[in-house]
């Protein structure tokens, strides 16, 4: 079964701070993986996806990277703004070959002004 | 294309009675997935079908539920007798399948949120 893991569980920056959030994952054969974002109460915003043959993906100040031999993902926020402010989640497919997407608890991100 | 739509948004129900959601996924994405969120808790994954075939369950998927996909369009989750439990939010997704294969990006709603009192 494929097991995520997001560090940190928590943080807590003040507006400006370069960021980085960590996911791993147990199960390395993967096609794909993708970040999202959670407001409070809402559903889920898809942020990224990166193949499994790509090494890095980017959209405005985000940036993700993904090293799938060692089971790691990495979100990388420039420049964090309040409106940053959010719970993000990483989403590799479950075990076995599987396309579905599989969560952690993911990182609850505070930006203050 | 408005993305996933979901109904109702919230439901307060009373314990033992059944209630049923609704999903409708974006036009011509064949693949569409059902999710349970507690509390501080990611997604748990509940059931998936493509087109109307509904290919995986997860044990978390007790008798109690059931999810139909009947033309391949919009999707129902029922849950029979609800319990304090089954108070959560309850997500749905959906995907296309490309010619490039499966590799495609997923796209939730904004959920149901049920509370059973």
């Known amino acids: 079964k494929q097991e995520v893991t997001q560090i940190p569980a928590a943080l807590s920056v003040p507006e400006g701070e370069n960021l980085v959030l960590n996911c791993s994952f147990t199960?390395?054969?993967?096609?794909?993986l993708q970040w999202f974002r959670q407001d409070p109460g809402k559903g889920l915003t898809s942020l990224l996806l990166?193949?499994?043959?790509?090494r890095e993906q980017t959209s405005g100040r985000l940036n993700a990277s993904l090293d799938k031999s060692s089971g790691r993902s990495t979100l990388y926020i420039a420049a964090s703004q309040p409106g940053d402010s959010a719970t993000y989640l990483c989403a590799p497919p479950g075990s076995g070959g599987s396309y579905i997407p599989t969560f952690g608890r993911g990182t609850s991100l505070i930006v203050h002004p | 294309d408005t993305g996933v739509s979901q109904d109702p948004r919230h439901k307060i129900t009373k314990r033992g009675q059944n209630v049923t959601f609704r999903c409708d996924p974006i036009?011509?994405?064949?693949?569409l997935y059902w999710y349970r969120q507690t509390l501080g808790q990611g997604p748990e994954f509940l059931t998936y079908f493509q087109n109307e075939a509904q290919l995986e369950k997860s044990r978390l998927l007790s008798d109690r539920f059931s999810a139909e996909r009947p033309k391949g369009s919009f999707s129902t989750l029922e849950i029979q007798r609800t319990e304090q439990g089954d108070s959560a939010m309850y997500l749905c997704?959906?995907?296309?399948?490309?010619?490039?294969?499966?590799?495609?990006?997923?796209?939730f709603g904004q959920g149901t949120r049920l509370t059973v009192v």
């Open positions: 990166i193949q499994s043959s790509q």
């Open positions: 199960d390395s054969a993967i096609y794909n």
């Open positions: 997704a959906s995907s296309p399948t490309t010619r490039q294969g499966p590799n495609t990006e997923a796209f």
């Open positions: 036009s011509e994405h064949n693949r």
